[in-house]
């Protein structure tokens, strides 16, 4: 199979963002196979992958962003462009990245208007066969996995019970709101740590992996709020309401709340209020995955760590940058697969029979063509 394609890694410039969209072993893959790679010099480096091991693996490195951009085929990226930069890109050209429509509305239709074809992970079906393109789910384990290392951090106890001649210690008793791929993963890492775990999630289907990996799962009288692909719907506010009643003696007991609630395209519902972690114990910590997009607790400052009496709210902001090693080789890997499925005859094309590329492409012919996308930019703007 030849193909002539080339692809383009630009450096990541969004404060805090240190991952990189290729690493050299997945970009020796796509050489493999006759593409021809190009990454901006240092795009790696707070990754760890120096332009030296990309030129081993065949990759140039070029210094010039704006050459490496206007000669693109296929651009690979975490974070969506800059909207400046989106007027670098050739005419029918190819993106891939996380777009984030709802957040930047601007950029999805500067790419339209350039004549992009714009890939958004974020709306990747979920469906087996997209499962090794899935960076979504990749991402999120790695900050389930790192919520709870941040929270042990925090935490001024031991995690597992210790027994020692100076008597018995009990173990942290961690409760996990969400059990989706990040919530999963923060049981398992709070269970491998030692501590008692419970979790809740408005999906009961996921009852029985909660329970596979040790924890308890809560069972509150409240209808399944699971909605299409798998994903928690948007719940009303009655329902938040009388959750939060159900959930408020559970986050008492707890010294370490993580919640990783989150509807896509749309705010963060609100788990935690103040109220409930006035209830805590002085010391407890509270660890907001959902932080980027408001937050599932009323008192998170996204991007902070704050203090509330004696309760530590963890609002750090992209958790999977900060394992930027593995999160880029995971990214890399997704992104890659995506590529090669879109150039499974040799050449990059966008067959909208297929489910895959229909479910992701936002960007198509000089038009929005995605109507998730859409929606997500509407409720966006409505939302302001």
């Not at 079906?125 to 999120?140: C, G």
């Not at 791929?181 to 775990?197: F, K, M, S, Y």
């Not at 709340?257 to 509807?263: L, N, P």
Request: charged share 25%.
């Amino acid at each position: 199979m030849q193909i002539h394609v080339r692809v383009a890694v630009p450096k990541e410039t969004r404060p805090g963002e240190r991952r990189v969209a290729l690493v050299p072993d997945v970009a020796r893959r796509l050489k493999d196979v006759g593409f021809e790679v190009g990454v901006e010099a240092g795009a790696g480096r707070a990754a760890c992958f120096d332009d030296d091991v990309y030129r081993e693996a065949g990759v140039e490195v070029e210094a010039d962003r704006r050459t490496l951009l206007g000669e693109a085929d296929v651009v690979l990226r975490v974070q969506p462009p800059p909207l400046e930069e989106v007027a670098w890109l050739k005419a029918g050209s190819v993106a891939i990245g996380f777009l984030q429509p709802a957040a930047e509305p601007a950029v999805v239709e500067a790419l339209a208007t350039q004549g992009v074809s714009a890939f958004s992970l974020e709306l990747l079906p979920r469906i087996s066969r997209a499962q090794s393109m899935d960076a979504l789910s990749s991402q999120a384990s790695l900050a389930g996995y790192k919520a709870v290392l941040m929270a042990a951090n925090r935490l001024g106890k031991y995690f597992p019970m210790l027994m020692t001649a100076a008597g018995t210690i009990p173990p942290a008793r961690v409760l996990v709101l969400g059990a989706g791929v990040a919530g999963l993963q923060a049981i398992a890492t709070a269970r491998r740590l030692g501590a008692v775990v419970e979790a809740y999630d408005v999906r009961p289907a996921v009852r029985e992996e909660v329970r596979s990996l040790g924890a308890t799962f809560l069972e509150l009288e409240l209808e399944s709020q699971e909605g299409e692909g798998g994903y928690a719907r948007e719940q009303t506010e009655e329902f938040l309401r009388k959750q939060r009643e159900l959930l408020t003696d559970r986050v008492a007991a707890a010294d370490v709340v993580i919640t990783t609630a989150s509807v896509p395209g749309r705010r963060a519902p609100v788990l935690v209020t103040a109220a409930m972690v006035s209830g805590m114990r002085p010391g407890s910590v509270l660890v907001d995955l959902a932080a980027e997009t408001g937050g599932n607790c009323e008192l998170t400052e996204p991007g902070r760590v704050v203090e509330a009496g004696g309760v530590w709210i963890d609002g750090t902001t992209n958790v999977p940058s900060t394992v930027p090693v593995h999160a880029s080789q995971l990214y890399a890997r997704n992104v890659v697969n995506l590529l090669l499925h879109l150039a499974a005859d040799g050449e990059v094309r966008v067959n909208l029979e297929d489910e895959i590329t229909r479910g992701c492409l936002v960007t198509h012919a000089g038009r929005i063509v995605n109507e998730r996308a859409r929606q997500m930019m509407e409720g966006a703007r409505a939302s302001t």
